[in-house]
């Protein structure tokens, strides 16, 4: 099967930059996408980018892919204790199934 | 965006039971929705996808008769977990596709089952 990891834990200062890195292992995916759960709660669309694009910016978030090394990342600008949470990658694959990441949980500290 | 529900968000049931967890699509009719099951600190896998009028497609290695899958409308699709047992406690979350631009899926807020 697919192997999509992420680092398991990343702690920031707040207002400082978060990024959290996804890597994977097969690159025909068409989306890509970043989700936000927070505690004992559903999955929340953040962002996505198409296979075609290397960056995407909407507001404090920046995506940026590099299918070469089959590595996707997102930054947030001036991180806030709100954004506390397990972000994970996503990959579309055939039949609009989604192959997540291993999750990354963000701790901001003030 | 589409809102999803889920009910019941939380349920404790003995070992030998079944539960039935419901998945409703409340502003989109959904002729697709997804399964995923969470263990704790984990990701989500997906069980399988549940198919409005059709039989559900599961995964590799989930057992079809014990995970009953039925989507009779396309608002409703319902998992029941059949004789359950300890190892099924998890966070199950449902989803649906939308079928937009970028196949945006929508999720639902969860179920978090334990089995005693």
């Known amino acids: 099967g697919e192997d999509v990891e992420q680092s398991l834990f990343l702690s920031v200062r707040e207002g400082d930059s978060s990024v959290i890195n996804c890597t994977y292992t097969d690159s025909s995916s068409t989306y890509l996408y970043w989700y936000k759960q927070e505690p004992g709660a559903g999955l929340q669309l953040l962002t996505y980018v198409f296979s075609n694009m290397d960056m995407k910016q909407d507001q404090r978030l920046t ?16 991180t806030q204790t709100g954004d506390s949470a397990i972000y994970f990658c996503a990959l579309l694959r055939v039949a609009d199934k989604l192959i997540f990441g291993t999750g990354t949980r963000l701790q901001v500290f003030p | 965006g589409a809102v999803v529900s889920q009910h019941p968000s939380r349920v404790i049931c003995k070992s030998g039971t079944s539960v039935k967890i419901e998945c409703r699509s409340l502003d989109f009719q959904a002729t697709t929705m997804f399964w995923y099951r969470q263990f704790p600190k ?17 995964e590799q290695g989930v057992e079809k008769d014990k995970f009953l899958i039925n989507h009779a409308s396309l608002t409703l699709s319902t998992l029941t977990v059949t004789s359950a047992h300890p190892e099924d406690s998890s966070f199950y979350i449902c ?20 089995v005693l």
Request: net charge positive.
């Open chain 1, 63 to 78: 995506v940026l892919l590099n299918k070469k090394d089959k590595h996707l990342s997102l930054r947030i600008a001036d």
């Open chain 2, 42 to 58: 984990q990701s989500l896998m997906l069980m399988a996808t549940s198919n409005e009028g059709s039989k559900a497609t599961y």
């Open chain 2, 95 to 114: 989803s649906t596709g939308t079928g937009d631009s970028y196949n945006e899926q929508f999720f639902g807020p969860g179920t978090r089952l334990t």
